[in-house]
């Protein structure tokens, strides 16, 4: 059984947990692909109405050309579904995200609704997250400066080079990322608390205490993983 095959199952059962008139957040990558696909074929074979904000340049035009309607946090400020992926995923459901470089909003959308499923293939379950480098989007100003602080607590930073342009990868808002790898994640909460202080950091790519539920695809299964939380009010 293929990932890509487990990425797609956890797409198509998400378009299913969407409802009627609810305004969601979608995420981006190739997992969030198969998820806005069958969101469309819902969309058009159901008539399902739901508005959607989407993360990036990627998960905006797929959205379009699916033909689901978009939206703003400007006129929606809570969502009711966040539907999104990971590049890892560990049992108490924190995530490192960023893979694809559209962590910023990603994490706008996250924080800003009242459920985050997250969908993620079976290779990226893990006992401690970690393995994967955490990316950070930094202002172009401010890069050398804070690549030489998440060096001083102990990071390895490296800037993400473009693959078909020459220079660093510039994200949709415009930034830089480092991807940031630490010997071991022992305390990623703090961690996170310590990299969002320095000033020029937009975001990173750590996702504590978010995430409500991740469907994992298992060949060709679906197994969910639950986060009982109070999620914080988000009117206070
Ligand atoms: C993008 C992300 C993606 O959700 C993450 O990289 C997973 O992508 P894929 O589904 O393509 O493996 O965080 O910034």
């Given at each position: 059984m293929s990932f890509e095959r487990e990425k797609e199952l956890v797409g198509r059962r998400a378009a299913q947990l969407v409802e009627d008139g609810q305004v969601i957040g979608v995420g981006s990558g190739t997992t969030v692909s198969y998820f806005i696909k069958y969101l469309g074929q819902r969309c058009r074979n159901e008539g399902l109405k739901i508005l959607a904000v989407p993360s990036s340049y990627q998960s905006y035009f797929e959205l379009i050309k699916s033909g689901v309607t978009l939206t703003t946090l400007d006129e929606y400020?809570?969502?009711?579904l966040t539907i999104d992926g990971a590049d890892e995923a560990d049992e108490d459901l924190n995530l490192i995200k960023g893979g694809g470089g559209a962590l910023t909003q990603e994490k706008i959308i996250a924080t800003y609704t009242k459920n985050l499923i997250i969908l993620i293939d079976?290779?990226?379950?893990?006992?401690?997250?970690?393995g994967f480098p955490v990316p950070v989007e930094v202002l172009p100003k401010a890069f050398s400066p804070v690549y030489k602080k998440i060096e001083l607590l102990g990071g390895k930073p490296e800037v993400r080079m473009a693959k078909r342009k020459l220079g660093p990868v510039i994200t949709d808002n415009g930034n830089f990322i480092l991807d940031c790898k630490f010997?071991?994640?022992?305390d990623p909460e703090t961690l996170n608390m310590k990299i969002k202080m320095l000033?020029?950091?937009?975001?990173?790519?750590l996702f504590i205490g978010l995430a409500d539920k991740i469907l994992v695809g298992k060949g060709e299964t679906v197994i969910e993983k639950i986060k009982q939380r109070a999620r914080p009010d988000l009117n206070r």
């Open positions: 400020n809570i969502l009711d079976s290779s990226k379950l893990v006992k401690k997250i970690g010997e071991e994640l022992n000033p020029g950091v937009v975001e990173t790519g």
